[in-house]
């Protein structure tokens, strides 16, 4: 088998991997919203008369997400690439937070320039969804997407990463990526506001109704140090702290605090 047919077929497994867990994932977070009305971030606004279209709009969005990877994987098996570091346990770890800290500076800055008036009619579409919801992780114009996931195909010429940890990277982007367009809270801790650098689902659903603030995606830090963090995140991460109830897994009979209005 040549390495053009098997990236070709690596492609379009992870998309199908991609697409399935999207829906698996989806419908069980979807499960525990609905036993969780309090969680809701945006409390009064919804987006479920848009999810049709979030879905087919993600469906196309999620090829051009797994393209980058499949890229720079490619190019470092044809060797236009440092020779990747060789995989071990012990360097996993602090292999993956290098990655992690790398994309979020990529991602910070890549998202401030599709919000110049230049580029932000590609990313305009996402932007339609106002109060996010896990179906509109992937509901970007397919550019859009490329461009913030073309992580991948371009750190394999600065940074030898191993297979396996651009993988993983990409597998866990997948997950967070949808956690944190849920629209419910669940990770609002002490570890998610000011001193640490963590977040919770709140940092980007603000980004979604403040469209100014919140451009980072793992780490606050980038957002702090450049004025760009939504002036009331902390407090807000604090009151879900001290005002939320547990996590329910039965059928809720709460309503909601107003009828929603929708994006």
Request: proline share 6%; net charge neutral.
């Amino acid at each position: 088998m040549s390495n053009e047919v098997f990236y070709l077929l690596f492609l379009f497994g992870f998309y199908t991997f991609t697409v399935v867990t999207y829906f698996a994932f989806g419908y069980a977070i979807t499960w525990l919203n609905d036993r969780n009305p309090e969680r809701k971030i945006q409390k009064g606004r919804g987006s479920d008369k848009r999810r049709k279209a979030e879905i087919r709009q993600s469906l196309a969005s999620m090829f051009s997400a797994c393209l980058p990877l499949t890229i720079g994987l490619y190019a470092q098996q044809k060797g236009w690439t440092p020779t990747p570091w060789g995989f071990s346990w012990w360097w996993a770890v602090p292999l993956f937070v290098l990655c992690m800290i790398l994309y979020d500076a990529w991602f910070y800055f890549m998202h401030r320039l599709l919000h110049t008036r230049w580029l932000y009619p590609l990313h305009a579409l996402h932007h339609r969804s106002v109060a996010p919801t896990i179906w509109s992780t992937y509901s970007e114009d397919v550019f859009d997407n490329f461009l913030l996931q073309s992580f991948s195909a371009v750190v394999v010429f600065v940074v030898p990463f191993p297979a396996a940890i651009l993988i993983a990277h990409r597998l866990f982007e997948h997950f967070n990526g949808m956690i944190g367009h849920c629209g419910f809270e669940y990770f609002a801790t002490s570890k998610a506001r000011y001193p640490s650098p963590l977040l919770c689902t709140t940092f980007h659903d603000q980004h979604h109704s403040g469209f100014r603030y919140n451009y980072a995606n793992y780490f606050s830090f980038w957002d702090r140090v450049l004025g760009t963090l939504a002036p009331n995140y902390d407090q807000r991460v604090k009151a879900f702290e001290d005002e939320a109830p547990g996590i329910a897994i039965s059928p809720s009979v709460a309503l909601m605090d107003a009828p929603e209005k929708a994006d």
